[in-house]
């Protein structure tokens, strides 16, 4: 699996919008980003994934560059239930080897503070 | 829909003792994990299963622990003897490819302190 390079911590103030980034270099054409985010004494809950395009959901708007070496996880107005580690994972599409599990980093520990 | 369900939540033990963990997965999923995560890391495979079979347990300790997903279900994870480098939050996580598109769920996690 490609490796991912996430800044181990970041803050941001209350009702702003969270930029994470992720660098994943050596991404192969068909890997997907997938983000989780873990909160503190609870597991690790899914965000949002994607290949190449932009994605949105009700959690977070996810952008890949176009050369898709990294992408940028945006939570867009932060609150202080938001504040946990955010783990960037590139996962090879379901019909591939390696498909079925995630392989974590150390993720960015993201502060939200009042 | 209820999530992946794990017990017990918290558990401290003496070094050399037995424990045992439980976990339901999502209803439907065919895929369940189990994953251990020391302090400060991410989380990292133990076993997979596809319905019962265990089809990657590469990652999992052979001498002391062991796993079971009897009928494709819910499934245990065994420590015996456990040591005092096992302390950890094991994680049960189950996905299906066809209904949620691969995308893996977590349980809550067991605390494990070995004293």
């Known amino acids: 699996d490609a490796k991912t390079t996430q800044p181990p911590s970041m803050d941001c103030a209350e009702g702003r919008a969270a930029n994470l980034p992720c660098n994943h270099s050596t991404i192969s054409g068909n890997e997907y980003v997938y983000w989780y985010r873990q909160i503190h004494s609870q597991g690790p809950q899914y965000i949002i994934h994607g290949l190449k395009n932009n994605e949105t959901n009700e959690m977070a708007s996810l952008i890949i560059t176009e050369d898709r070496k990294s992408s940028t996880l945006i939570l867009p107005h932060a609150t202080l239930r938001d504040t946990a580690v955010y783990y960037c994972i590139v996962r090879p599409p379901p019909w591939g080897a390696g498909s079925y599990q995630l392989t974590f980093g150390k993720g960015t520990k993201l502060s939200v503070i009042p | 829909e209820a999530g992946v369900v794990q017990s017990p939540r918290y558990k401290i033990i003496e070094k050399k003792q037995p424990v045992a963990f439980w976990c339901n997965p999502i209803?439907?999923?065919?895929?369940l994990y189990w994953y251990r995560q020391n302090l400060g890391q991410g989380p990292e495979l133990l076993i997979r299963y596809e319905n019962e079979e265990a089809v990657d347990d590469s990652q999992l300790p052979k001498d002391r622990f062991s796993a079971e997903r009897l009928k494709g279900v819910d499934s245990t994870l065994k420590i015996q003897p456990a040591e005092l480098g096992d302390s950890a939050v094991y994680l049960c996580?189950?996905?299906?490819?066809?209904?949620?598109?691969?995308?893996?769920?977590f349980g809550e996690g067991s605390w494990l302190t070995v004293v």
């Open positions: 209803s439907g999923h065919n895929t």
């Open positions: 996580a189950s996905g299906d490819t066809l209904r949620s598109g691969n995308t893996i769920y």
